[in-house]
């Protein structure tokens, strides 16, 4: 995976003003486009997008301190035109693209970067591996966006909304693995961006031929690997950071990948107040 990561990395420097085609990178080094994506976002700290867009501009302030015709520098670097590209610019260096013509900077740069793996074991994995046949996950669901650390006070909001007797009819639904009220995040984007929109559900598991209520949203899971994670401590911070630890640590070291599908989180057990808590986190997978 560090390998295919690197190849990425070399691909975009090769190709800074063209359109980079993560999938067929991804295919062709024996991988998937999504789990390619998941991974790079998860270990740089950024999307791939947002990854294209810091090194292209940080290349086009070179340019700019020259005499190239502004829409020639624009067009180099994939945009249209001088507005976009101007945009973009702005985005990553804070002043306008006539102001370093005019003054040489500020600027700021982002290097190129290059994947190492050093595994350090800093959070412990108590990971296993299992099969499960296709199943449904029926619940209510939300649109809301992504948030990397800390409670999401979206999903809160649509729990809180929820009457205290639906969270007793969903458990009483439940009748598959995972058990009990579950956390589930489906349409990711593929970047993993901080922002995006997400589809939230709360809910639970149940078997394909299990009866479902009209009134409750449906989630449909095919059969296959799971990664299943559990982590014990304050939450979430502790289940954040096995989350992140699954990608720095667990799939570099394992012969697994993420596979489409939806991410679900457990709570096996929690203090009153939710401070702290054990849960599982289930993650799709396919052999690599």
Not at 199 to 215: K, M, W
Not at 223 to 245: C, D, E, K, N
Request: charged residues 25%; contains cysteine; aromatic residues 6%.
């Amino acid at each position: 995976m560090i390998h295919i990561l690197n190849r990425i990395v070399d691909e975009i420097e090769l190709h800074l003003g063209d359109d980079i085609d993560i999938d067929t990178i991804a295919m062709r080094a024996g991988t998937t486009g999504y789990h390619a994506r998941r991974m790079f976002s998860s270990l740089a700290g950024m999307p791939v997008s947002e990854y294209v867009r810091r090194r292209r501009m940080t290349v086009a302030a070179a340019d700019l301190v020259g005499d190239d015709d502004l829409l020639a520098i624009a067009v180099r670097y994939g945009y249209g035109s001088t507005e976009a590209f101007g945009r973009a610019f702005r985005a990553v260096h804070g002043v306008s693209h006539g102001h370093v013509r005019r003054e040489g900077g500020p600027l700021r740069s982002q290097p190129q970067l290059r994947f190492r793996l050093t595994v350090e074991g800093s959070v412990p994995m108590d990971a296993r591996i299992i099969t499960r046949p296709a199943f449904r996950l029926v619940g209510h669901a939300a649109r809301v966006p992504l948030i990397h650390e800390g409670a999401n006070p979206h999903i809160q909001a649509h729990i809180a909304q929820l009457p205290v007797e639906e969270h007793a009819r969903l458990k009483s639904l439940s009748d598959a693995e995972p058990s009990g009220l579950l956390q589930v995040s489906d349409d990711v984007d593929p970047d993993y961006t901080e922002g995006a929109e997400l589809t939230y559900l709360h809910g639970v598991a149940v078997t394909r031929e299990t009866s479902v209520p009209g009134d409750l949203d449906i989630i449909d899971v095919p059969a296959g690997s799971w990664g299943v994670f559990r982590s014990q401590g304050p939450y979430p911070a502790t289940l954040q950071s096995v989350w992140a630890a699954t990608a720095t640590e667990w799939f570099p070291s394992n012969p697994w990948r993420l596979r489409t599908g939806p991410s679900i989180v457990a709570v096996v057990d929690r203090s009153e107040d939710f401070s702290t808590a054990t849960c599982e986190l289930w993650l799709p997978i396919e052999r690599a």
